[in-house]
């Protein structure tokens, strides 16, 4: 596959400064640039391997100017990193082309009462339960669970060991990384008066919508009454925790390691960051975010507001509380000076009485 820079910039709409006739055939980061591959700059951190780079072409902002001599054709457009992501889209779709996988492999068991698309694709060793819906052009890779009653959508893309339990929901467009699980028991156990735990049967499912992207070893429990329900375009990340009951607004962003508890309800258009816990029963306004680590135990009505920290602060009081905290060895030390000093001056002091009496 190749291009020139003059074909790249057509489609994201760029302009070129240098050799139009600059020939792209790979993809690459800017650090490992070689001949004949095409990267971008977009953090001004990476500056620097612009003017070593071997790369032939390299996506940049428009209003970037070099500070020194760029060997490289450069394109410049509105945004470098969501243009290269387009093409990064676009070279994937390619490569999947020239993969193709179609039918259905062996061994593998589907049900005689599933009901199975066209185009679709299921890899040896998965198993498809009783009254199970697959919609058209799905993809299920090699050792994927699908439980009963299962209703699949459309375009839908599931890889290795992926485990969907009995009743769940999912839209169309769906993608779901390795080993994540849908629809495993919630963690309800209701305490008795010997101190142990009677487990409360969670009677649920789990509802996905349209466009949704679910990394890695994710876990998401189904609900014990109702539905926990990951909305239309949500990104989830590796390694994260939904509980029962959860709900979870379009087009949020939550990042790996993250926990949200049992019937917490997250606002669409809400971004979490990395290892977040989130405590249950509580109601999170639209366009929340919450940076990495925090910790957030109470609901947020405010819309669009930052929190950082454990508890979590507004972000402009978890900067000043930042700032303190850096200070608190020196402190300790001033502290202990003025003890010191107090103790001598009460010393003096005591002594002065003595004398005069």
């Not at 690459?28 to 071997?54: D, M, R």
């Not at 080993?179 to 009677?203: C, E, H, L, M």
């Not at 509980?243 to 606002?267: D, M, P, R």
């Amino acid at each position: 596959m190749q291009f020139t820079a003059k074909q790249i910039s057509e489609f994201i709409n760029g302009t070129i400064v240098g050799d139009e006739n600059a020939k792209v055939t790979e993809l690459s980061k800017i650090e490992n640039g070689t001949v004949g591959s095409l990267c971008f700059l977009s953090n001004p951190k990476y500056e620097n391997y612009l003017y070593s780079t071997q790369a032939s072409v390299v996506i940049v902002g428009s209003e970037f100017i070099p500070a020194q001599p760029v060997a490289s054709t450069l394109i410049k457009v509105d945004d470098p990193y969501s243009a290269f992501s387009v093409l990064l889209e676009k070279y994937n779709e390619f490569m999947n082309q020239m993969n193709v996988q179609s039918g259905i492999e062996q061994p593998s068991f589907i049900h005689p009462s599933a009901k199975i698309g066209k185009n679709v694709y299921i890899g040896a060793f998965s198993y498809i339960s009783e009254g199970v819906e697959i919609g058209d052009d799905t993809k299920i890779q090699t050792q994927v669970f699908i439980g009963t009653d299962t209703k699949i959508g459309s375009n839908c893309q599931f890889f290795p060991g992926v485990k969907i339990y009995n009743r769940c929901v999912l839209g169309n467009n769906v993608v779901i990384h390795a080993n994540t699980v849908i629809g495993s028991d919630g963690f309800g156990f209701a305490p008795q008066a010997d101190r142990s735990y009677s487990k409360i049967a969670q009677i649920g499912n789990v509802v996905i919508e349209d466009d949704v992207e679910i990394g890695a070893n994710t876990s998401i429990d189904r609900a014990t009454m109702g539905s926990t329900v990951i909305g239309k375009g949500v990104k989830l990340d590796n390694l994260i925790q939904i509980a029962h009951n959860v709900e979870v607004g379009a087009h949020t962003v939550v990042a790996a390691q993250s926990g949200i508890s049992g019937s917490t309800k997250l606002g669409e258009m809400s971004v979490v960051g990395g290892q977040v816990g989130i405590a249950g029963h509580l109601s999170l306004a639209k366009g929340t975010q919450i940076g990495a680590q925090a910790g957030i135990n109470f609901s947020i009505t405010d819309e669009n507001k930052q929190w950082h920290g454990s508890p979590a602060q507004p972000l402009r009081d978890w900067m000043r509380a930042s700032v303190i905290f850096k200070q608190l060895p020196s402190v300790e030390k001033r502290i202990a000076s003025l003890e010191r000093t107090i103790s001598e001056l009460k010393a003096i002091i005591e002594q002065n009485s003595t004398i005069t009496k």
